[in-house]
Structure formats: C-alpha cells, structure tokens
C-alpha cells in the first residue's frame, strides 16, 4: 500500500485542508524547541478536530504500518514532538474545546489543543485555578503538558500535570477509545491508567480529552527576594526551608551567571550594591498577614544563611518587576549566543553541589552556563550559551548537556524533572532505571502498542 | 513437581520458621475482612523477611506454577488478600523496617510490612507527617495501604497513598527486582510505574520497599460540629464548602442511622435537643487565627444552609471527643447485628441524592443502613446491618451492597473510592471501565505477568 493511498484515506476521513503534503508546510510541524533533537520528514501533517477524527488516523496507520508523531503546539524541549522520517505528524491543536467547567466540583473537562494558558483564563473566571503553568504557558498546549508530565513554577505548592489529572480519553493504538480515570476526587476502581499515560511523551496512545481537578483561586502574591554572596548559602537557605516545612507558591533560584545576564539586559543592579552570586525569589499566595508571616519566615532564614540583600513586598507591580529579573534570564543570554537548556532535578538539600558542579563544567568546556531553577522542587535548569555559527561550540555544548545529566545522577537526582525524555535523553534514561526498569517500560510498550507505531524511539527504543 | 517439592524448595530459602503449612495457622492468613469474599485454602503461607526472600519465593511459584496472594495485615475490605485454594500466601509483615528518614529532603524509605500507625510515629519524631490514614491506621501495613491506594479522613487535604509516592522496589513476575522512581520531589524519566504498582492490588509484582513524600507536622487541629434537620441541608454545606475553595483537614458526615447508633452507643444526646438528621464533623489543622478563620466560614456556611447546631472549639480534648461521635459508628451499629460496610465515592454536589438511595435501599431491602463518609471528597460508606444468624439478611445485605454501587454509578461516581475492588466488585469494575478499559488492564497484566500468578482473579480475570 502506497503512501499516496494512505494521504487519500486519510482526506477522505477529515477532508482536504486537514490533511498537508506541502513540505513547506510540513517543514514547520517537524520538530520542538530542542536544538539537540534530530528530525526526519514527514509523509504528511493531519489536523483532525474531534476524536473520530483521531481514530480515523491511528486506524488507517495502523493499516499502511505508518508511525504516528503526536504533537502540540512544538514548545517541548526534548525532541519528543519531533517527525521521523516518512511519519503522520497528528496535531491535536484543533482539539481545542473546553468541554465543561463543574465549578461545584471543582473540575474542567478539557481537549488537549487547548492552549495552557486559555485554560487558566477560562477556569479563573469561576474562581478556579489550575496550577501547572510551564514557563512556555503563553503557548504550550494542555496535550503536550499530559505527554510530558510538565511542571512549571508553582509545582513547589501544587505539584506537576499528573497531580491534577483525574481521567482520560485515549486513543488506543487499534483505534477504540480508553476512557479512564473518574470525574470523583478518588477512586481506586482498577489500575491507575491515567498517570500511566500522562508524561508517556505520545508512545502509548493518543489523549483526545482529559478531566482536571482544580484548585480555588489563590490570594494574589506577595513577593521576596535574597541575595547572597555564595550559591552555598543560598542552597543552605533552601534546604532550610525545606527542612522547617515552609511551603511558598514559588521558589526560585538564580546564579551568578544569569544574575549577571539579567542584570546587563535590564540594565539594573540586582544585588543593589551587594556582591550578588545567588539570588532566591519567593511567592506566597497565602494572602494577608498569612502570607507576610510566610515570607517572614523565609526572611529570617535567608538572613540566618547570610544574605545580604533580602525584600518582601505585597505590592503586585513591585513584585512582578522582581521576577521578571527571573523571566528575562533566557532572553537576556541571547546577548552571548544560543543557548541550549537542560533539566534535572537533584534532592533539594544538593543544589548548591549542583551549581558548583555546572561551573566546574563550564570552565572544562569553556562555555557560559547559566543555572536557573525550581529550587524549591530541586529541579535546576543549567543552561549553556553558545556561538550559533560554531560547529566546535556546539559540540562541547553537547557535551556540558551531558556532563550536566551525570552530575545530577551523581547527587541522587534524575536526568529530568520535566522536560522528558524524548529522542535526546534515551541513553541517560537508560543510565538512570536500569536495565529491569527499561524491560518492564518494553514490556508495557509492547502489551499497548504492539505494532510500535506510536512516537517509536521517542524515550527507549524496542 | 508436587506441592511438597515447592514447600521444601521455600523452606530452603526462608528457613523452616518462615513457611507454614499446618492448616489450623494457615487459616488464620486466609481472609481479610470483607465477609462477602470467599477464601481458599492457601498450600502454604511464607513470612519472608528481606527482598530475597521475596524473590526466592516468586521464583520458585513460577517454577512451579503455583499462585501467590501477596498479604499485609489483613485489614483489607474487599477480599484482594484472600487466599486462593493451593497458593502460597505471601505475608510481608517481616519486612519491617523504617529503613531510612531524610528529614532535609522531607522523606522516608519504608518497607511494606511496616504498620501505618508506627511510621506515622517514626516520622512524627522528626516533624513529619506522613497523610494516608485509613481507619485501620493502628493496625494495616504500608505495603496494603500501597496496594490499595488507600485513603483515610485526611485525605480531603492531603491526598491518598499515591500522592505520596516517589518510588518503589517491586519484585516482578521473574522474580527481578524493579527500581523505580525517584529521591527528588519532581522527575519524569520514563513512565510513571510507582503510580501503576500503586493501587494494583498485588496483581502486577512485590512491593518491597516504597520512598514516600513527607509533609511539615500540621498544627494541633480545631474541630467543628454541624447539626442539620435534614440531609439535603448538609449535602448543600458540603457542596458549598467545595464551591467557595475551603480546604478543612477533615470534613465527615455523618446520616440519620449513624447518629442513632453513636448515641445509643455513647448514651448522649448528639444534636443537644435539635431534631439531627445529618451530621457533619470538619477539622482544621492550619492553627491558630488561621483555623479559627477556616472554622468560622464553614460555620457560616452551615448557618446558611440550616444548621441548627454549629459548634467551633480549639480545645484537643474536646475536638476528639466530637469526633469520637463518628469513629464508634460501625462499634455503634454492632448493636444490632453484624455490618457490611460498601464504599463508594460521588462528586461532592451529589452525597445528599447518594444518602437519598440508600434510604430507600433500605426500606427496600428491610434492612437498618448507616451512612457515615468523607464528606469532603465524597467518598461514602453505606453500612448495611444484618443478624449474623440469618442467611436470609444476609442475602438482603449483599443485594443492598450491589444496588448501592448502581447508585453510586448512577450518581457519576466509582464503585470504589479507597477499599478496592478485590474479589468482590470485580463484576462492577468491568462495569465501571467498560471493555476497552479492561482489554487494557488485561494488556498490562499480561505484559507484567505472564503466566498470571500474582493474585489472579483479584480485580478482574483474564
């Protein structure tokens, strides 16, 4: 059976325009975010808009024995989403309902198209929240956030994607649809399926809906920020809050280097006068005197570990204007280069160790690396700067990538907290479970998906 | 090769003390207590102590293909520990020990056998707080709360078992030793498997030792009585309590018949001369002005929903003789018989019409049905009381038992919330998750489980 029998099936299920062959087009469909990531041409790039549509696509795959790439809106930043040669790009973009919104219940009802940061909007005007917001949540796409299991900022309070899936619509890979999961707060009828399939990266099945639990809508946030004069203190001030049970809906961590970044951008001095080689930032959505004790507290901590800067405000503006020192630093590295981010995530008393380890790493291969992070969640994002026209930069990026995973394995940590594994990391997942870990993940491949059409080689290969 | 081969074979590797087979003391490993469930006659049962034991013991039943029921304490309330006639109960209750407490990194290594109620103690001494607490916290085991998933009153706050999950050692089907999870607080290396052992209720492997996420230690908790003329009233506070985001540490209900039988019980007067059809008993564990805080707008809102009684005290004492109302309930009802308690769990906004349904079960079946729960999520307990002496009640009781699931279903909600399927709800989860949901779970049992000797025909048959 042809490929051009297959484009035909495949027109006459969701019509013409759902269907592109255009490889100008298809071009723009063929990878993520991820510079590392290798990406192959696709045969074509459907966009079905329900899930009969979805169906339509895995079944005539299944039948030419063609692979199927899922993808949402291409912000991954693991090469998960990226086309291998010859595969069905299935983009889940047009899936881009809010089915329900059960404000008594406290739950939505969502398609997988749906940007992330819509869905906020949508669910906050019932005076609900739904927390996992991803640093690209102006754009990603609540599909990509289930495959990946994505995190984001306030993971530290409320967790990552899977902590408020409560069920699922899946395509299977013979076509039939999976409903699993419940739309009650618990329940324990059968296996856990649903966070078997969130953070699967798109190799098991196709998610065509998901229901979510939500949270009330948090006080606004009031903010704080510590400066201090080794990454040391500023790890020893993390672990402490840890260790003393504070709980603040953002913890962040920046180092010397992103300071410096941040600072040349913003054409600011964020130690104000101090010698800044670490800075944290806080959020408390406690509200009120809550929130002024919570940071309080965290003061008093930042303070006892030597910082020599440290400033709370419940001032909304103020408070944004001090994490964007935060938002920028990405933006602000593209004044030295490319750059090229990593993930880990090490236990939360080892990230001073991990910082020490990066600057180690970038002296070794004589690249700018800056560390941004989750603090409070151990999940740093060491990130290498890069000439964009220097094949040799590149290569040694490459390797501060992976001298980077190893650290982090070293310290107890894994090789992602939530970026995913996708066609970069393979070998590092291997490293990081084993080979008894890597047979069960065959095993469950395998019982699912056993023609292996679904993202094949993304996260392990057969 | 005969039973007495395989018997030898376990005695060489556990020792002679470790396997029993004299049937007066096997017997007493045979059931849990779920007196719906049938129980076979186990060939022997083995009280392993380390995670050798546990793969000696899967690998000689694999060699001699003979079924293991995998068994805590045998608080279970669904019969998924019963023996099966001719296996080999395996009993981990020697695998006993709090192997690790990392205070900084908020979290423990336990191993399965270990009871709930000492782990609870043993992390308490560093300020910790482990959440899952079913109402045999005294008693079950870590392992059964991990194969179950189970629950308890707190989890309206905190959770049920899985969510404080990072990692597990399971020993699979060959006999293999499965690491998975993690140390960090987020990571998403691969599929979620923790969550896919968890609540499988020992049809996929072993579980040998978990990592579980510990919380700060709570504040002390206030406590808060509501009294209402009707249960229609207390659904519509708790829909509300839902609806206007608080988040109590416990919020429990309580019916009509429960609040005979507790008073009865304790001799007292429960709703203090008002007409008490409905009960409902929270807790806040936030402290201080937080909780009185918390305390009052739920008594504001049982004020406007009706209540005729509403009671807010910060005093320990006080708190726990309220709540005492709640826990003697099933001692309460053994006033009149013996009891058979079904859990279900509906969305928030449909306890009242749940409780509407077991009324009338009731009078169907002509039989007394108390319905106490976790209000808070729904999660409801109808307990049905039948004379020990009559098979006729106790026909009735199982057909009540069956119609409450129908209900529950009917309602929008799951056959189980947190005693698991087991032996006796097995036609009911097919119900539940339809075909394509069991072809599923039927996929990953085989994939896992070849030769399907892990607690076969708990959950679901091949």
Redesign the interface.
Known sequence: MSNEALVTRLREHLGKAAVLTDSDVTDAYSRDMMPLASAGKPLAVVLPSDVEGVQAVVKACAEFGVPIVPRGAGSGLSGAANAIDGCVMLVLTKLDQVVEI?????LAVVQPGVVNLDFRNAVEKH?LFYPPDPSSYDWCTIGGNLS??A?GLC??KYG?T??SVLGLEVV?ADG?????G????????????A??F???EGT?GVITQATVAL???PQLPSTFVAGFSSTEAAGEAV?RV??????PSLLEIMDATSIKAAETYLKTDVGAGTDCKALLLAQSDSGG??ARRELAALEQICVDCGADLAYATDDLEEGKMLLQVRRVVLTALELYGVWLTDDV?????RIAELIAGCERISEEVGLRIAVVG?AG???MHPTIVYAPDSEDEFARAQKAFDAILDVSLSL??????????GRI?RE??AK???E??L???R??K???DPGNLFNPGS??SL
């Not at 419940?182 to 399926?193: E, H, I, M, N, S």
């Open positions: 059960d404000a008594a219940n406290r005076g990946t299991n995190g993971c530290v990552v899977t902590d299977l039939s649809v999976l409903k699993t419940r739309r009650t707060v618990k329940g324990v009828a059968g296996y856990d399926l966070r078997l969130v953070g699967s098991l949270k009330p809508l672990a840890v260790r003393e049970g504070l709980v005197e809550v995530c090490v236990p939360r008393t989750h969640d151990g999940n107890g940590g894994t090789v992602t907290g939530e970026h995913g594994i990391k590092w997942l990081e479970i084993g008894v870990g047979k069960v993940h095993q469950i395998q019982a699912l996260m392990f």
